[in-house]
């Protein structure tokens, strides 16, 4: 919307934003209140209806407990607790729901109690029975049908999350029949359960067996084919007959095993090679008797002290003897005779350790050619020994497969000797309670569900309706400031003594008005101000004649114009002479001052229409109205006019351009939205300075704005004055 200055308002169609006004609800309350009373109270009979014809149903409930930790027997009697964690408790507590209601658990009950025998349980839950496929009654196969579909449809069972204990119910006419079929799921739920349990053993030891014949065949051809396989490549394993004293791991053949075996005894021989080789080099530039081994010999060491003896009585004798004595060349033969034997022990000593390191040499590099033959050997054997440890290590996978399937399968005849049950009745049920009908509840239902669709029709009532009813109504769809409201005038009382009382509601509305036009713009109410609606009877006249004496009384020299040229009416309010007035005074034809009158009790001027013209809209096209207008501006303060309806006629748009400014009159709750935008559109085309719009005829009362706005309480209260 644009300022009260400019010439064009903008019409908005939707409001902006959305929100909720509870005064506005209350008020949509109050307009639609027949609507809603009545819907509700249809909707309250109807429920009254259906308590008064509805069969009682009762509800019986046992408690069961649900366990999702199982006891699994196994070997040496130990029991291993398996338990679920997390959202697989959850599904398998889920599961069990799924099997209570299943149509498999309710033929388990059908046939306990045998309640196809006959129709009795149909007639107890209020089914009739159907017919058979020959339509000769209800046969074997149609009756269990219909009662595994009751039972399903009736029973129900609820499971709190995070808890065990689930609570087990079922619906039907008769209080015995309740409490008989839901302790009988109860009992079947643990029974199916136990079955379950035994199936589930007995198939898998029937599993386990075959499994354990596949695997025991499959061991047999592993071996089979390894033992043909080492057979054919001459492969012999030895692992059980060759061990060291150092590795506890021994070769896997023969071939492995000497070449272990020759590797040792080669490293042995290149040990004793090295020993003896530094042995022989360290002796071989000494001198015989310098060879500690020499000198270590006890039979040199016995010679050299025999040698010793000699010489000392060698001495004894030259100290009696003359050297050439016989006895001393005796004795001087003796000691020469043992150096000699002394040298030859001692070479002899020497040649020794020359052939050890010669033997300890030849065996080196004899066993290092057969070792080197016998890592060609085993070269070759461990190339034959792939397919072979392939071969070994399918037999072990099979023999490892069958030990496990044994020993699983022990296991299973072990825990299926003591098959458990994790699932136990809490509480069974004793006494069905009447769930159905409840007439309470029915009826505040029925009263919530008909207040809701009361409400709903009333929206869519107001939604739908376009009509301007309140004004919010016209602030919001319209798009234009609201001026003020009047309220509902009666005809019974002439407009000039409403008028003449100044508290009255009429004077009051407007007196209110007239204060929203001076505030309208900066300089105050425009000079002239014409009043159009977009249909006749909205108000219009009677408001142009109120603010006129609302601004004539706050001191204001006002003229009050009959503008409608085609419809005048306002000298038979004020009860006056329609003479030449607008008409003759625009063509020429009359005087101003001469045709202006002053109504009784009114303080204001007053310038009739005149005469019909032959075509009104000629004199207002032209700029007459506008030399008219600017020739009173200093004679009067404000100038208003009544004009015609907009909507069909091109007189008010053209006389909008011509005023200061123009304020639309619309009655409340007859003018449709769509035609009152209509009218605004053509006023702002002929640019025109819409102020706002002043709400007509509104009854705050019935549109539930009483609270707000108090003027039909004044008005009464004026009359009986």
Same mark, same amino acid.
Do not use: C
């Given at each position: ?92 507590? %889920? ?8 149509? %498999? ?130 492969? $012999? ?62 039979? $040199? ?87 072979? %440890? ?205 045709? $202006? ?31 008219? $207008? ?92």
């Amino acid at each position: 919307m644009k300022s009260a200055d400019s010439n064009m308002v903008e019409v908005v169609d939707e409001p902006a934003g959305f929100s909720i006004d509870f005064n506005e609800l209350k008020s949509m309350a109050f307009r639609q209140r027949y609507i809603i009373i009545g819907i509700t109270i249809l909707a309250l009979i109807f429920g009254a209806i259906v308590t008064l014809i509805s069969p009682s149903v009762y509800q019986a409930e046992t408690k069961i407990q649900i366990d999702p930790d199982t006891n699994d027997v196994v070997e040496d009697e130990v029991d291993i607790r398996t338990r679920l964690r997390g959202a697989d408790v959850q599904r398998y507590l %889920n599961s069990q729901l799924d099997l209570l209601k299943s149509r %498999n658990m309710a033929r388990r009950v059908v046939a306990d109690l045998r309640l196809d025998a006959n129709d009795d349980f149909l007639t107890k839950m209020g089914a009739v029975a159907l017919d058979g496929p020959t339509g000769d009654g209800a046969s074997q196969t149609t009756r269990l049908d219909q009662i595994t579909n009751l039972l399903v449809e009736n029973v129900d069972i609820e499971l709190p999350f995070g808890s065990k204990v689930a609570t087990l119910s079922f619906k039907s006419r008769d209080r015995k029949l309740a409490v008989q079929i839901v302790n009988t799921y109860s009992k079947n739920l643990i029974t199916a359960n136990i079955d379950q349990r035994f199936q589930a053993t007995t198939y898998a030891r029937d599993f386990l067996q075959k499994e354990i014949g596949d695997a025991k065949q499959r061991l047999e051809e592993a071996e089979r084919r390894a033992i043909l396989y080492a057979r054919n490549t001459q492969i $012999i394993d030895a692992s059980d007959g060759v061990s060291t004293n150092e590795d506890s791991t021994s070769p896997r053949s023969i071939t492995t095993a000497n070449l272990v075996q020759m590797n040792a005894d080669l490293a042995a021989a290149r040990t004793a090679r090295i020993l003896a080789e530094e042995k022989w080099q360290s002796v071989r530039n000494k001198s015989a008797l310098d060879i500690a081994d020499v000198q270590q010999n006890p039979t $040199i060491q016995q010679l050299l002290s025999e040698k010793a003896g000699k010489e000392a009585e060698l001495r004894e004798l030259l100290n009696r003897y003359k050297p050439d004595h016989p006895v001393a060349l005796q004795s001087r033969a003796q000691i020469t005779s043992l150096d000699s034997e002394v040298e030859s022990i001692a070479s002899n000593i020497r040649s020794s350790i020359k052939s050890e390191y010669d033997i300890a040499l030849r065996q080196e590099q004899s066993l290092n050619r057969n070792l080197n033959s016998m890592k060609n050997a085993t070269l070759e054997e461990q190339d034959k020994r792939v397919e072979l %440890n392939l071969l070994a290590r399918e037999v072990e996978t099979n023999r490892s497969q069958y030990q496990s399937l044994l020993n699983r399968y022990e296991q299973v005849n072990i825990s299926s000797d003591v098959v458990t049950n994790n699932i136990s009745i809490i509480d069974e049920a004793q006494a069905a309670q009447k769930v159905t009908p409840r007439p309470l509840i029915n009826m505040l239902l029925s009263f919530l569900i008909g207040a809701a669709a009361a409400f709903f029709v009333a929206f869519l009532r107001e939604t739908f309706d376009d009509s301007i009813r309140t004004p919010d109504d016209a602030t919001r769809k319209l798009g234009l400031p609201l001026l003020g409201t009047t309220p509902i005038y009666s005809d019974d009382l002439p407009i000039i003594d409403t008028l003449a009382d100044r508290k009255s509601a009429i004077a009051e509305a407007y007196a209110s008005i007239r204060s929203s036009l001076e505030f309208s713009t900066a300089n105050g109410a425009p000079k002239s101000i014409l009043l159009a609606s977009s249909q006749p009877s909205e108000g219009k006249s009677t408001s142009s004649v109120a603010i006129a004496e609302s601004f004539a009384r706050a001191g204001k020299k006002t003229l009050l114009i009959d503008a409608d040229l085609r419809n005048p009416s306002l000298h038979q309010y004020l009860n006056v002479k329609n003479t030449e007035g607008l008409v003759g005074t625009l063509t020429g034809n009359a005087d101003f001052d001469k045709a $202006i009158t002053q109504p009784e009790a009114m303080h204001f001027d007053f310038l009739s229409s005149g005469p019909m013209p032959p075509d009104p809209t000629e004199i207002i096209i032209t700029n007459a109205i506008a030399r008219f $207008i600017k020739s009173l501006e200093d004679r009067y303060d404000h100038i208003v006019f009544d004009g015609p309806p907009v909507m069909g006629l091109a007189d008010s748009p053209q006389m909008s351009r011509a005023v200061a400014g123009t304020v639309l009159v619309v009655e409340a709750g007859r003018i449709r939205g769509g035609q009152t935008k209509s009218a605004i559109r053509r006023l702002n085309d002929a640019n025109g300075n819409l102020l706002g719009v002043i709400l007509s005829k509104f009854d705050g009362a019935s549109s539930g704005y009483g609270q707000y706005y108090g003027y039909e309480y004044s008005y009464k209260n004026s009359n009986a004055r």
